[in-house]
């Protein structure tokens, strides 16, 4: 038993710990949960809790049986939310096969078998992201069509009131589960909102957007309205994404620092940024894995569907910040197509998979995009070498299927499950008749 | 009578004298897998570690000790007087040290002051700084009276903080205090950590944890300020 179980065993016996929830993320990015009682805790520390694979989407294949999730000791966490008499805790586990190799449908060890792979080279992966989600008023069940809180009332001091309120009692949550946050906002549209987290190592980061994610949907749903990471839920209004800040460290300096060079970032990091930028088609099925995702790209404004870098052009997927005179720890680039359903352990190992490949393969950065993109015909971008992103999941899919560097990354199991649950989703999706196609059509034709 | 360890093998001649004529059994191990593979049924009893020309071997495997990986009873450490200033900071890696080359009659004097402790039962040990509490045997922590919730990790920087109040640490110095010499990733990882700690001591308490520009932390004041 090592050192950190014992703690947890310690802490669940001192503070009476009634239950331990032991988290795992299946393929899509969804947080499963398995409930363990303490008296179970020593032996699952063994021999970890077995349980049955197909029974979970996204794991599930035709042939195959148990696997066991193991709880990894460091992040066990006790449940702010829990009532006082019931204290309650969590982990998060990788998934093994009974023989104890790791299960290749477990998107968790996925990242971190990348990120041992960065380790190989002297490398760590850190990510700071910009979450974005609606609260929306929760109504009558049976209308799924959302209304804002904002606009819910007449009162709008008042409902403005419950939103920021809800926000607040989300980010206190947070820092009490050791996730801190840099900065928090109302977003541009209505009932919009933003909680930046301050970036950690990348494995830890994919925990705490799981985190994350469920607080704000567990605090929104404990005041009676419901949050949402969907990316575009409202017609004609800005849709949420999770721009997210990347760099690359070698021991105490930041790879991607170079006071000597033009915007300060040095060779590697404009690798790193090329890398990202060729592989950025191949990976955006993953990243922006919804129907719904490529409706936020549509909409022209911080949804950016061009593979373009510059400084300060919103119309650019990578932007490099200007950054503070003598902050070098700070260099870092932001890759702007993330939204907030995606699976957070799959993206990081793409793209830091594709920023390696600029690193190793010596990639050149094209120049930086100083036009708006988007006022530009298609012609004109090819001329100035400008690829749009994919503009449909299918589209995205037909581009996965195509790169190596997504199949290594993800391994052929993830890879392979990934493009055929996707393929279905566009598949039902192109067999749904539109509200729009109805009004367009119906009477008209 | 259980064995000894001693570290490194073979045992300084002199030691080794010492200690048959002391009547002590002892078996002298080359590394860590060694003194695993030899450990007694119920673990060692103690161990004599000599922090020779190189010392960072011998503090290596004292954190190993210290990490479980093996069970030892107690630690003395024998260190020569040119590195008297590596044991600043590593008072949790040995219950007592004895200078090298010792004399026969202080080094009987320790075994037995070590040995007469271990077995008996330990008083819990306690740190208290203003509103923080520590219980070190129950690895519990309160501020103001409530109990904080902390990662192990978190406990134990916040520990090893605490334990010095007062003194400014390096990240460097942190990382391998704190987190061990075989950690991978930069100072920055101390960077989250301390960030993740003034989440949980909260607004009022996060204080607690200075930041000293472009050295390191430092943790409350020092009593002799």
């Known amino acids: ?445 | 009578m259980d064995p000894l360890l001693i570290f490194p093998s073979p045992a300084p001649p002199e030691l080794a004298q010492a200690l048959d004529m002391g009547g002590w059994a002892w078996k002298a191990a080359t590394d860590l897998d060694q003194a695993r593979s030899e450990q007694p049924a119920d673990g060692w009893v103690g161990a004599i570690i000599v922090a020779g020309t190189e010392p960072d071997d011998a503090f290596r495997l004292c954190r190993s000790i210290r990490s479980g990986d093996i069970h030892v009873g107690s630690v003395l450490l024998l260190v020569g007087g040119g590195h008297l200033a590596s044991l600043d900071f590593r008072e949790d890696l040995f219950d007592d040290f004895c200078l090298h080359p010792f004399h026969p009659i202080e080094l009987e004097a320790r075994l037995k002051h070590l040995f007469r402790r271990t077995g008996q039962a330990e008083r819990a040990e306690v740190i208290e700084y203003g509103p923080l509490g520590m219980n070190l045997e129950t690895y519990q922590a309160v501020i103001d009276g409530k109990p904080l919730d902390l990662t192990y990790m978190e406990y134990e920087l916040l520990k090893f903080l605490a334990q010095h109040p007062g003194k400014v640490f390096t990240r460097e110095t942190l990382l391998s205090r704190v987190w061990g010499y075989d950690y991978f990733g930069g100072a920055r990882t101390v960077d989250v950590h301390v960030r993740r700690l003034r989440s949980k001591l909260g607004e009022e308490h996060a204080g607690l944890i200075q930041t000293v520009r472009s050295v390191g932390y430092s943790f409350g004041t020092s009593r002799w300020v």
């Open chain 1, 1 to 445: 038993m090592s050192r950190e179980q014992e703690y947890v065993l310690r802490t669940v016996e001192e503070r009476g710990v009634r239950l331990i929830r032991l988290w795992f993320t299946d393929v899509l990015g969804q947080l499963k949960s398995v409930a363990i009682s303490p008296a179970e805790l020593d032996a699952v520390f063994e021999e970890g809790v077995q349980f049955d694979g197909t029974a979970i989407d996204g794991f599930s294949r035709v042939h195959e049986s148990d696997v066991l999730a193991r709880p990894d000791a460091t992040t066990f966490e006790l449940l702010p939310w829990a009532k006082a008499d019931e204290p309650s805790g969590r982990m998060f586990c990788n998934i093994e096969n009974l023989d104890g190799t790791a299960f290749e449908g477990d998107p968790r060890q996925i990242l971190q078998r990348n990120l041992q792979i960065a380790r190989g080279q002297g490398y760590t992966f850190f990510a700071a992201p910009e979450a974005e989600f609606f609260y929306f008023d929760s109504g009558d069940a049976a209308d799924s069509r959302p209304v804002p809180l904002d606009r819910a009332s007449y009162f709008d001091l008042t409902t403005s009131d419950v939103s920021s309120d809800l926000r607040k009692t989300t980010i206190h949550m947070l820092e009490a589960m050791g996730i801190p946050v840099e900065y928090s906002f109302h977003e541009d549209s209505p009932s919009q909102h933003e909680i930046d987290l301050r970036y950690t190592e990348a494995l830890d980061m994919a925990d705490n957007i799981m985190t994350l994610r469920l607080v704000v949907k567990k605090i929104a749903m404990d005041r009676g309205c419901y949050a949402t990471f969907m990316p575009k839920p409202l017609n004609g209004v800005q849709g949420s994404g999770m721009h997210t800040h990347l760099s690359l460290f070698e021991g105490e300096n930041n790879v991607f620092h170079d006071p000597d060079v033009m915007y300060g970032l040095s060779t590697t990091g404009r690798q790193f940024t090329a890398g990202v930028l060729h592989h950025a088609r191949e990976i955006t099925a993953v990243t922006n894995q919804l129907v719904n995702s490529y409706k936020r790209f549509a909409e022209k404004s911080e949804a950016p569907p061009f593979v373009a870098w510059a400084r300060n052009n919103r119309s650019a997927l990578v932007r490099v910040p200007v950054r503070k005179v003598g902050k070098p720890g700070s260099a870092r680039i932001e890759y702007r197509g993330l939204d907030g359903t995606t699976n957070p352990y799959l993206a990081f190992s793409l793209i830091l998979a594709a920023g390696l490949r600029g690193i190793n393969d010596g990639y050149d950065l094209p120049p930086e995009t100083n036009v708006n993109l988007f006022e530009l015909t298609d012609h004109e971008r090819r001329q100035v070498g400008v690829e749009p992103l994919p503009r449909s999941l299918h589209e995205a899919l037909d581009v996965m299927e195509e790169s190596k560097l997504a199949r290594e990354t993800l391994g052929e199991h993830v890879f392979e499950w990934f493009l055929r649950n996707k393929r279905a989703e566009w598949a039902e999706y192109q067999a749904q008749v539109t509200p729009f196609e109805l009004d367009r059509y119906l009477s008209t034709w």
